[in-house]
C-alpha cells in the first residue's frame, strides 16, 4: 500500500490497514488530516488493500490570521 | 461508517456531531452549518453587498464558494503580500477561481501600492512578520471595503483558528482581546466596516473536506512564513485534545462565546477617531499601520 504525505509528497509504503491505523502510524492527528483515495475521501474505519494509493492531506493553517 | 442522511457509505465524518456524511450529501451540510451562523450570529442578509477576504487557501475559497451558491451577493479582495512564490501561486488560485465562477476579485498590490512587502516586516525578536502580516490585512480588507461602499467583510477565520487565538489569549491573559473575541465584530465607526466569520463554527478538516468535494482549487502549501507561529502550537495542542475528547474544540470556543466573554468584556467601549496620517479608524493618534509602516522604512533605512 503507497501512501502520499502532501504538500512534500513523500512516499511510504505501508502494510494494509484502516485509515485510522495510517494516521496512528504516521503519527498524525485525524483532526489534522484527510485521506484520498482516488480523489475521494475516506473515513478512517475504511479499510485499505495492498494495491491502494492514498494521499494524506493536511488542513491546517497557521499564521496572524485567516485571509 | 454510513452517511447519517442517505445511508450510503460515508467520506466525510464529524465527530463532534456524531455524525459522518457521503460525498453527495456532505456540501449542503456545510453550506447549512454557514446558513446557520449567518442567520444566528445576524452577520449579513441577501440584500447586503459582502466582501470576502480571499487568501487562495482553502478556508477563503470554500467560504466564498458556499456563500455564493447559497444566493449572497459576494465579491472577494486578494492581497499581494509579496511572500516570493507563495504569494504568486496563491494569487494564481484565488483569480483561477473568481474567473471559473465569473465572480470579481479586488486587488490591493502592497508593494506597488505601498512600497513593501510583507518579509520586510518581520518582528526584530522573532523574525516572524505574522502579527504584522494580520495589521496589513485588516487595514486594507476594511480600507478597501469602506471605500468600495461594502457593508460587510467575510474571513474565512473557522472553529480551529478562533479556538487557538483564544487559547493564546487565555494563556497571556489578553482580556481586551479576549472581550473582543467573536463572529462579528460591529461597526463602530463610519469608516470601520462590519467584520464577520461565517465559518467559525465548521472546523479546518470541514472545509478542508468541502474543498476537495466540490473541487475547489486552493493552495496547500502551508505559509513559509508561518512555519513555528505560536497559532500552530496551539492548533497541535488542542488537536491533541480533540483525538481524546471529541468536540473539545467546539465546546472550548462556544462556551467562552456563551459564558466567558461577558465576563471579561471591559465596561467602557473603546473611542475610535481618524488616524492623523491616512484617516483610517484607530483608537490612537496614529493608527497600528502607520507606524507599522514607519518602523519598517526606519529599519530599512538602517540597512541600506
Known amino acids: 500500500m503507497r501512501v502520499t504525505i502532501l504538500p512534500d509528497r513523500r512516499v511510504e509504503e505501508m502494510e494494509p490497514s484502516t485509515v485510522a491505523e495510517v494516521l496512528k502510524r504516521l503519527g498524525l492527528h485525524s483532526d489534522a488530516y484527510l485521506v484520498v483515495r482516488d480523489e475521494e475521501i475516506l473515513t478512517r474505519d475504511v479499510r485499505l488493500r495492498a494495491e491502494d494509493a492514498v494521499d494524506v492531506i493536511p488542513v491546517i493553517s497557521g499564521g496572524s490570521c485567516a485571509a | ?304
Not at chain 2, 38 to 48: I, Y
Not at chain 2, 120 to 139: F, I, M, N, W
Not at chain 2, 286 to 301: I, N, P, S
Request: aromatic share 8%; hydrophobic share 35%.
Open chain 2, 1 to 304: 461508517m454510513r452517511c447519517i442522511k442517505c445511508r450510503k457509505p460515508a467520506n466525510v465524518e464529524v465527530r463532534r456531531h456524531r455524525s459522518a456524511f457521503c460525498a453527495g450529501c456532505y456540501p449542503g451540510w456545510f453550506r447549512d452549518q454557514i446558513e446557520r451562523a449567518v442567520s444566528h450570529d445576524k452577520m449579513f442578509t441577501r440584500d447586503q453587498k459582502v466582501l470576502v477576504a480571499v487568501s487562495g487557501g482553502k478556508d477563503s475559497l470554500a467560504l466564498w464558494h458556499a456563500l455564493h451558491q447559497l444566493g449572497y451577493q459576494v465579491d472577494g479582495m486578494y492581497i499581494r503580500l509579496g511572500i516570493a512564490e507563495y504569494s504568486r501561486r496563491s494569487q494564481a488560485k484565488s483569480e483561477a477561481f473568481a474567473e471559473k465562477h465569473g465572480l470579481t476579485l479586488h486587488q490591493v498590490d502592497l508593494e506597488g501600492d505601498e512600497g513593501f512587502k510583507v518579509p520586510d516586516l518581520a518582528h526584530e525578536r522573532d523574525g516572524k512578520p505574522c502579527a504584522s502580516c494580520g495589521t496589513v490585512k485588516r487595514y486594507h480588507f476594511n480600507k478597501l471595503a469602506a471605500d468600495l461602499g461594502y457593508s460587510v467583510v467575510a474571513t474565512g477565520h473557522n472553529l480551529d483558528d478562533e479556538a487557538a487565538t483564544l487559547f493564546g489569549n487565555v494563556v497571556h491573559w489578553q482580556t481586551d482581546y479576549l472581550g473582543r473575541q467573536g463572529p462579528v465584530l460591529e461597526s463602530t465607526h463610519p469608516k470601520l466596516v462590519r467584520k464577520v466569520k461565517p465559518l467559525y463554527r465548521l472546523a479546518e478538516r470541514d472545509t478542508a473536506a468541502y474543498a476537495v468535494i466540490e473541487r475547489i482549487d486552493y493552495i496547500l502549501e502551508e505559509c513559509p512564513m508561518a512555519k513555528g507561529a505560536k497559532s500552530l502550537e496551539y492548533k497541535d495542542l488542542l488537536n491533541r485534545l480533540e483525538e481524546t475528547q471529541p468536540g473539545a474544540k467546539h465546546r472550548f470556543l462556544v462556551g467562552f462565546l456563551k459564558q466567558g466573554r461577558q465576563a471579561v468584556k471591559g465596561a467602557e467601549p473603546v473611542t475610535l477617531r481618524e488616524c492623523a496620517n491616512c484617516g483610517q479608524p484607530t483608537t490612537a493618534e496614529v493608527c497600528a499601520y502607520c507606524r507599522m509602516v514607519e518602523r519598517g522604512k526606519r529599519r530599512k533605512a538602517l540597512r541600506a
